[in-house]
């Protein structure tokens, strides 16, 4: 439990920083040591508060993005119902192992930038609704996915936030419910949260103090670089021990996504010092002006 709580304490300053990452962080690491029945259900019940807040905050910002933010809640529903009968019905080391595949992939486009316009949003809102309401009922993850479809709309940050805001607090209160329906809240949830809740609240003042002295998008590269390579790790680690690859052989993807997100964060940093010069240069000459 000491463990977990020190997990909770660095995602939720992820979580305060950039506004999601809770559930990214936390839950590739926490699975090494527990299952997703039993680690699901308090985080679902901590991520119903941190949505509030984020959607809280935000709220001047909701009319902006209520609309493109409906299709995907209206999608929700039938996935959360779909993810949480795989959750109570499939073994749950191939779930581990499923989360971890079904996760690394939507990491490491956050990692590279990856941008795409969405014309229809009608159509492909609630199909994406779909889909993530099914990934947040197995893995309670859905920020990597959401804040790569958002950041395609072109949002500003208050826009941005208030969108992630909307949909993940929708999500987290439809699996909740399907989760007392279904029995997944149990007396060891009870305790993991109370173990949880003091990092939480020590850990999101502290992000948001973090991200006024930093670049923000640095910083979100930073974590999904982290992020990468945890999965990556969970990944070779469940496939080891499913017998799906054996050996040390298992650990290769691992060893690639570490030279992978090696590149990419090199590459990142490289603009980003090159542009700064630039940045400056054009800042002074016109106040010179």
Known sequence: MVALSLITLVAAIVNGAIGYGFSSITVPLALLVVGNRRLNPPLVLLELGLNGYVLWSSRHALPRVW??????????????????????????EWVRLTTFLVLLPLILLQTVGYRRAVRSRRAVGVAFGGG????????????????MFLNNQGYAKQDFRAGL??????ESAFTAALYL??????????????????????GLPVGVALIRRMNAETFRRACMSVDAAIVAFGVSTFLRALHV???????????AVLAF????????????????PASVTASSTASTV
């Open 67 to 92: 609309r493109a933010s409906a299709w995907i809640i209206a999608g929700l529903v039938p996935g959360v119902v779909l993810g949480t009968a795989a959750l109570t019905h499939v073994d749950p």
């Open 132 to 147: 993530l309401g099914a990934l947040y009922a197995i893995t309670t993850i859905s920020g990597p996915p959401l804040a």
């Open 165 to 170: 805001g909307m949909v993940r607090f929708a």
């Open 181 to 202: 329906h279904a029995g997944l809240f149990a007396a060891s949830s009870a305790l993991a949260l109370v173990w949880m809740l003091p990092s939480v609240a020590i």
């Open 245 to 255: 690859i054996d050996g040390s052989a298992a650990y290769l993807p691992f060893a």
């Open 261 to 276: 997100d090696a590149v990419a964060l090199y590459r990142y940093l490289r603009v980003s010092v090159a542009a700064r």
